[in-house]
């Protein structure tokens, strides 16, 4: 009776708004190419009803231009003025949209007034933060709330985490059907792109939020999931992978990666569909040579000393990312391989351009796309503050498919995969 509730409180509100997607943090890099893929997107679907929202009419107008200039098509979006520190104007943006897809980071700073009005308003929300001490305090103080009310937030909507969540998700539906639970997962990132400063100014922000925050960062299990004996810490150090093939080293995503792995396996559990009794994960950067695997088990510069880069222009600052020339040569493939418990392995190879801006444009757009439109094929009982995978894979996969990001799966009875 309670999931009745909650999904027909969110079909009236939803009536009611005229926005399928509100973008929040156009003016960034990441939400100029978003407002780019949802131009395109709206061209093909006229139907499609957007909005940008930033703090400032003058640079919300700018990135309108700038768009339908790197689109050719007319930026058909809407837009509104609104700062996270006035909560009246964020709850009048949020409330005329059935879907916000935040862009605005860092997240642990500017996001957290727009949840808020989300679960408040009963509106969906996505977003491309990788900030796991953000998404902890959201879980806390807003999970319960969402699920009563039959609102989904759903974080780590990008690259940061939709390939490693639901490739394994994949794969353990690729054991299940085989009546095998899975023991163990381990994803081989390749990977090859740039950074943006957006990307760079979060790391150092979070950082310097002190001690608490940094603990936070290093917790496995910092967003749930079952706590596996041994321990399932990240990769510090580098070897060669029998497995893979190949030598590996930390990957500098796996810190949220693995998180959002684990609390989806926590969801899924919950819901009585468990991935396996003795269920773990972890993830690794494969590369070609023990020289590269070396370099990337270095110790990375703190926050002062990247700071200090970012001032003298060897990092980008914020605003600054790879350029089209740059994205157009950049690709990323995970291997995401999945040990069943009587034998059987599955692998899920998870594809796409460039990973960080291209590709997490597509995907977050996709997702907020799937909650404003394809609604009614997700359970009302997954919402509250949840994962792509638990909330999404089902109907974000088919589109993502057709958008050109692989997801293939094999299964191999009785023998080790070789990847």
Not at 307 to 334: C, D, M, N, W
Request: proline fraction near 6%; include cysteine; charge should be positive.
């Amino acid at each position: 009776r309670g999931s009745l509730v909650a999904r027909s409180l969110a079909t009236a509100s939803k009536l009611e708004k005229p926005f399928d997607v509100v973008l929040w943090g156009c003016t960034g890099f990441t939400g100029r190419l978003i407002a780019e893929y949802l131009t395109r997107t709206a061209a093909r679907e006229p139907s499609l009803r957007w909005a940008l929202v930033g703090r400032d009419a003058a640079r919300i107008d700018e990135v309108r231009r700038s768009v339908s200039e790197a689109t050719g098509l007319p930026c058909t979006g809407d837009f509104f003025v609104s700062s996270s520190d006035d909560q009246a104007s964020v709850d009048a943006a949020v409330g005329r949209a059935r879907v916000v897809l935040c862009a605005a980071g860092p997240f642990i700073k500017a996001a957290a007034p727009i949840v808020d009005a989300c679960v408040r308003l009963g509106t969906d929300y996505v977003d491309i933060t990788g900030e796991t001490p953000f998404v902890k305090r959201m879980i806390d103080k807003y999970h319960d709330q969402a699920h009563k009310r039959g609102v989904f937030i759903v974080s780590m909507c990008g690259f940061d985490s939709i390939p490693s969540d639901i490739g394994t998700h994949l794969a353990v539906a690729a054991l299940k059907s085989i009546g095998q639970a899975t023991t163990s997962a381990q994803c081989y990132a390749r990977m090859r792109g740039q950074l943006s400063g957006g990307t760079v100014n979060t790391g150092i922000t979070l950082e310097a939020m002190g001690p608490e925050i940094v603990a936070q960062m290093k917790d496995p299990y910092l967003l749930g999931g079952p706590r596996a004996l041994p321990p399932s810490p990240d990769r510090e150090t580098a070897e060669y992978s029998a497995e893979a093939q190949s030598w590996v080293g930390p990957f500098m995503m796996a810190a949220i990666n693995s998180r959002v792995v684990r609390r989806s396996a926590m969801l899924f559990e919950q819901a009585g569909a468990p991935y396996g009794p003795t269920f773990t994960y972890g993830e690794q950067h494969a590369v070609p040579t023990e020289a590269a695997a070396r370099k990337l088990a270095a110790p990375m510069p703190d926050a002062r000393a990247r700071e200090a880069l970012v001032k003298k222009g060897l990092l980008p600052k914020p605003g600054q990312g790879p350029t089209a020339e740059i994205r157009a040569k950049s690709s990323f493939e995970f291997t995401i391989v999945a040990h069943g418990s009587a034998g059987a392995t599955a692998t899920c190879v998870v594809s796409g351009g460039d990973p960080g801006y291209d590709e997490t444009a597509k995907m977050v757009s996709e997702a907020a796309l799937v909650l404003a439109r394809a609604r009614d094929a997700i359970p009302a009982t997954r919402a509250g503050v949840v994962t792509p995978a638990y909330a999404l894979a089902d109907v974000l996969v088919p589109r993502l498919r057709e958008r050109g990001i692989q997801f293939n799966v094999s299964v191999t009875q009785g023998s080790a995969a070789r990847v």
